[in-house]
Every structure is written in C-alpha cells, then in structure tokens.
C-alpha cells in the first residue's frame, strides 16, 4: 500500500510539474523563469527582493522573467529533493525546475540517488561573476555554484548567560545546570535543530564520516543518540513535558519571549532578527568548539528544466555585489566576493563568520534517517 502511494505521488508531482512546464511557450510573452528554494521565511523574502531587483533592472535582465517558487521548511511531507527526484525519475523534461538551491545534503542526493545526469554541468564563462569567487562545494564542483554561506551558531541572551559555554563538554554541564533553558527545534521541522542533532551525533565518528553517505556510519551513532537522551530531561518543557519547537523560529521565539536562554540558530537568522527588532539586542551568537555544521548554500541547473541559457545569467546576478551586499544586508548571509566589494559596516558583522573554516556535512539518505530515528527514539521520550 506504501509503495502504491509512493508511486502515485510521484506520478502526480511529475504531471503538476510537466503542466506548468508547458506555460508561457509562445504568445510572444516574455518566458518566465523559475527558481527553487527552500528553508525559512527569511530565505522566502530575501529571493522575493533579489527577483524583484533581478526583474526590474535592464542591467541584469531584459529577456525573462524569474519567478520564486519556495518550499516552507516543515511545511508538509514533500521535501524539494523529493519533488525534483519524483520529475527527474518519471522521465519529465520541460519542466519548472529551471535554477534548484540546494545545501550539502541535497547535492548528496541528487548525486547518488539520481546521478550526475540529472544536473547539466555550469559553463563558467556565463558566469564571469565566479571567477572571483574561491569557495567551493564540498563535492559536485562541476554542477553546483555557491552564492552565499550559512553555519548554525549558538544564540543566547546575554543579559542572563554573561560566560556561554565554549565546548560541548561545557554547554551540556550548562544544560544540567539550568533545566529548562535550553531548547532546540525537532530537526526535521529546521536546519538549526537538525545541525544540533547531527553534530550531536558526528561529533562521536571519525571527521570523514562528516561526508560520506555510506551506511556503515549509521550503525556507530549509538553514542550520539545516547547524549541526545542523556540531555532530554533537561531541555524546555512545557505543562511539564519536554518540548522540540516546531521549525527555526519556534526557538528564536522562545529566546524573545525569555522562556529560554540558549539555543542553536542558523546565523543569518539570529543576526537578521536583532538588526530588523525581530529578536532583542540582547541575543548574541557565537560559535562554539567543536563547531556546528555550516555549508556553502549553492545553486544546480536540472537538465529537465526550460531555460538553462537564462538560469546562468541569474546565477551569475546572484554572485554581484549588489546582490551579495542585499544578501548581507538584509539577511546577513555571509558573501563569498571580495571584501572591497562590500558594503564596510554590513561586512563586520560576520568578519568571525569564515567560509573557510565552517564545518560541512554532507551524508545524503542517511539525513533522513537519522531524523527518522531521531523521531522514534528521541520525541517520544516522557
């Protein structure tokens, strides 16, 4: 019955995707290309303004229209890998999925799961605007190009933590010291709670296993499992239950109405909040030793899609400076060109926040699967 319902998911995905495939072909009409996100609101909105500038702007652009389709994080059962892998496996071309963004474990699966023929390798003379760039993905380098980087940070309110913990070993005595002060989101509802969990567990396994996708790691994760249930009597409970927020923000959340004072949270987040009121300026953020995950967030061109010609020219607009000074603004995305490019007062607030020490995790199935059991061992504890 599974399978059946599996199967027929795919099939319905696939003919949603093919028909709006088969839209704005002649007519005259400019074509509209699209862009796939995922994640948070604050990824929502700051595509929503770099599409609008991108749209509006006959420097960039005069041939086409983007349009952004984004995904919630949480939102629902259908993952963006998943709808992408459903139109590729049923043989669709044509389809919406013209630009894809994806993190380390969505180009984990896209590589073993679909294979390298279901992206189209990057010309990089269509993207002058790379050639200034030195970051690279962790694997894929030939499909998939960086825009902006991104790491899980701890937050905390500084006016009731004055000394955060430095390392691990340190943040779980404070946990033990503080019962109910600290939160993190239900890994498959954020990437905050999921860097938390996975570092968690990582941080037991030999450094390779941080990119590997090969089941035998799956069974060393004991260890790691048994921290997150030797922690779990201590974390924010409400009506006296242990409670995992719901998504990113539940945690943030938390942190402003003051029920907590810590939490993991994805940088950008946490340092959008503070700037736009959204968070009190006494939350601050620091990384801590070993570190949580960060990654290069990057962008694939399906060979399914439409337009390949026109996802290359809005690649290489999201690697200018106005875009990366939007990025930075507005999200506090850390950008990947030249300082000198920059906005000066906007670039000091990630000078800590260095790409080239984040660290990257990208283990493909085994994502899934380690929420999966995350879910069955972990959330239903009383």
Same mark, same amino acid.
């Given at each position: 019955?599974? *399978?059946?319902?599996?199967?027929? $998911?795919?099939?319905?995905?696939?003919?949603?995707?093919?028909? /709006?495939?088969?839209?704005?072909?002649?007519?005259?009409?400019?074509?509209?290309?699209?862009?796939?996100?995922?994640?948070? %609101?604050?990824?929502r909105m700051i595509f929503e303004k770099l599409v %609008?500038?991108?749209?509006?702007?006959?420097?960039?652009?005069?041939?086409? &229209?983007?349009?952004?389709?984004?995904?919630?994080?949480?939102?629902?059962?259908?993952?963006?890998? #998943?709808?992408?892998? /459903?139109?590729?496996? #049923?043989?669709?071309?044509? &389809?919406?999925?013209?630009?894809?963004?994806?993190?380390d474990t969505q180009m984990s699966v896209f590589l073993?799961?679909?294979?390298?023929?279901?992206?189209?390798?990057?010309? @990089?003379?269509?993207?002058?605007?790379?050639?200034?760039?030195?970051?690279?993905?962790?694997?894929?380098?030939?499909?998939?190009?960086?825009?902006?980087?991104?790491?899980?940070?701890?937050?905390?309110?500084?006016?009731?933590?004055?000394?955060?913990?430095?390392?691990?070993?340190?943040?779980?005595? +404070?946990?033990? %010291?503080?019962?109910?002060?600290?939160?993190?989101?239900?890994? =498959?509802?954020?990437?905050?709670?999921?860097?938390?969990?996975?570092?968690?567990?990582?941080?037991?396994?030999?450094?390779?296993?941080? $990119?590997?996708?090969?089941? *035998? +790691?799956?069974?060393?994760? =004991?260890?790691?499992?048994?921290? $997150?249930?030797?922690?779990?009597?201590?974390?924010? *409970?409400?009506?006296?239950?242990?409670?995992? @927020?719901?998504?990113?923000?539940?945690?943030?959340?938390?942190?402003?109405?003051?029920?907590? =004072?810590?939490?993991?949270? +994805?940088?950008?987040? !946490?340092?959008?909040?503070?700037?736009?009121?959204?968070? @009190?300026?006494?939350?601050?953020?620091?990384?801590?030793?070993?570190?949580?995950?960060?990654?290069?967030?990057?962008?694939?061109?399906?060979?399914?899609?439409?337009? @390949?010609?026109?996802?290359?020219?809005?690649?290489?607009?999201?690697?200018?400076?106005?875009?990366?000074?939007?990025?930075?603004?507005?999200? /506090?995305?850390?950008?990947?060109?030249?300082?000198?490019? $920059?906005?000066?007062?906007?670039?000091?607030?990630?000078? %800590?926040?260095?790409?080239?020490?984040?660290? &990257?995790?990208?283990?493909?199935?085994?994502?899934?699967?380690?929420?999966?059991? +995350?879910?069955? &061992?972990? !959330?239903?504890?009383?």
């Open positions: 019955m599974k *399978k059946s319902i599996a199967f027929l $998911l795919v099939i319905m995905t696939a003919m949603s995707v093919f028909a /709006a495939g088969t839209q704005n072909r002649g007519g005259g009409a400019k074509p509209e290309v699209n862009i796939w996100t995922s994640g948070s %609101d604050n990824v %609008d500038v991108f749209n509006k702007d006959p420097r960039y652009n005069q041939n086409f &229209t983007m349009v952004l389709q984004h995904m919630a994080s949480g939102g629902g059962t259908q993952t963006i890998e #998943s709808r992408v892998m /459903a139109a590729y496996q #049923s043989g669709q071309k044509n &389809t919406t999925f013209d630009i894809v963004e994806v993190g073993t799961e679909g294979g390298p023929e279901m992206l189209l390798k990057y010309d @990089p003379a269509k993207i002058p605007n790379f050639a200034g760039v030195t970051a690279r993905p962790p694997i894929g380098q030939e499909y998939f190009v960086p825009y902006r980087g991104t790491t899980v940070v701890m937050a905390y309110n500084s006016d009731v933590v004055r000394n955060p913990p430095k390392t691990t070993r340190e943040l779980t005595q +404070w946990i033990k %010291d503080h019962p109910g002060r600290f939160a993190y989101n239900s890994p =498959d509802t954020g990437g905050a709670g999921s860097a938390f969990v996975s570092t968690a567990i990582y941080n037991f396994l030999a450094p390779e296993s941080l $990119l590997s996708n090969d089941p *035998k +790691w799956a069974t060393q994760w =004991d260890q790691g499992f048994a921290y $997150l249930k030797e922690i779990h009597p201590y974390l924010y *409970k409400s009506s006296g239950k242990v409670v995992y @927020p719901n998504k990113n923000q539940g945690t943030l959340d938390l942190l402003t109405s003051k029920e907590i =004072d810590m939490a993991p949270a +994805w940088a950008d987040q !946490a340092l959008t909040g503070v700037k736009t009121g959204g968070l @009190p300026s006494s939350i601050k953020i620091y990384q801590i030793d070993p570190s949580f995950t960060g990654s290069l967030m990057s962008l694939c061109i399906p060979s399914f899609g439409r337009y @390949p010609e026109e996802a290359h020219a809005f690649i290489n607009f999201l690697l200018s400076p106005e875009a990366q000074n939007i990025l930075l603004a507005d999200m /506090a995305a850390i950008p990947l060109i030249e300082n000198s490019k $920059l906005d000066a007062k906007e670039a000091a607030s990630v000078k %800590d926040l260095d790409v080239s020490n984040f660290r &990257t995790i990208s283990i493909g199935a085994l994502d899934q699967e380690m929420k999966k059991l +995350w879910n069955e &061992t972990i !959330a239903t504890l009383p």
